[in-house]
């Protein structure tokens, strides 16, 4: 018992000592969006408004929370980091694979977004910060809208397979640029070593559908798909996929034929979205096929 009493005081001053854990006003975020085969990873915290002049002056003249030429974190707390998982295109320029602190420079009439190699700085590293460590800096012309952006947001739009454009938003204010991937030669790099290790008719199938969804070498996709319906009998997917290269490469009447084979399997296994696909692209080819008599 004199042991317990003994240690007490010990035990209250670790709780004076320790540290409260409470809300942030910047909470945490994380995205990541895939881009075709690759990954962009994006960690910072976001900061609101409330009421505050976010970029330039304020309208006594002083600065605002982010002035003119000065470095910004891309948001609040520790600098905001961004991976790319494979090579990019950022802009236009060329930005190998690996994780940046994003910064940028505002102005009023175009911006500086910096790629920066060192990423061990707290916050915006304004003390420490070289431009020598710079991996990209791009210079981008903001733009304004009429919504307003009360939590600092960065997103993603216009994503397809081989690029998109990282949006950061906050007030009125936002800055937009694309990326862009060579998600074709990594898919084709992928496609050579699939074909090499034993190939299945999903391999087949899968090759199939990328060269249709891209429009890429359709007859070597036909053949593909053929080689997916021998290995892996019949299926509404297969020739569904097969119907789509047929209508590509504008042979209609066999494709007509392979999306009502389609139509028969996926009605046998209640996928009624892939009978109305068919259906429409049957009535489309139907047209087309008129059309070129």
Known sequence: MRYGWFLLPLLLCNLSWGQMNHPKASPFA?????????????????????????????????PGLVP???????????????????????????????????YAFPEEEEWQIVFHNNTTHWGDGRAKYSAKEDALRIGVVPTHKQDFQ???????????????????????????????FDTKTIMQDQIVEMQSNTPTAQTYYEIARYYQEQ???????????????????????????????LGDLQNYEAAIKASNISIKLAEKEDKDEFVRLNKNDIERWKALNQTNR
């Open 30 to 62: 994380k995205v990541i969006q895939e881009i075709g085969l690759s990954k962009i990873t994006i960690e910072y915290s976001r900061p609101s408004a409330k009421g505050r002049t976010l970029f330039g002056n304020q309208p006594n003249g002083e």
């Open 68 to 102: 003119n030429g000065r470095i910004w974190r891309v948001g609040a707390n520790e600098s905001t980091k961004i991976t790319f998982s494979t090579n990019v295109l950022v802009d236009g320029k060329n930005l190998e694979k690996g994780t940046y602190a994003l």
């Open 150 to 180: 009360e939590t600092f947001l960065i997103s993603f739009d216009d994503i397809d397979h081989n690029g998109a454009s990282i949006h950061l938003n906050w007030g009125t204010t936002q800055i937009a640029f694309p990326v862009i």
């Open 215 to 245: 429009g890429l070498k359709l007859q070597e996709a036909l053949s593909y798909v053929d080689k997916a319906i021998k290995l892996g009998g019949d299926t509404y997917y297969f020739h569904r996929v097969r119907s789509l290269i």
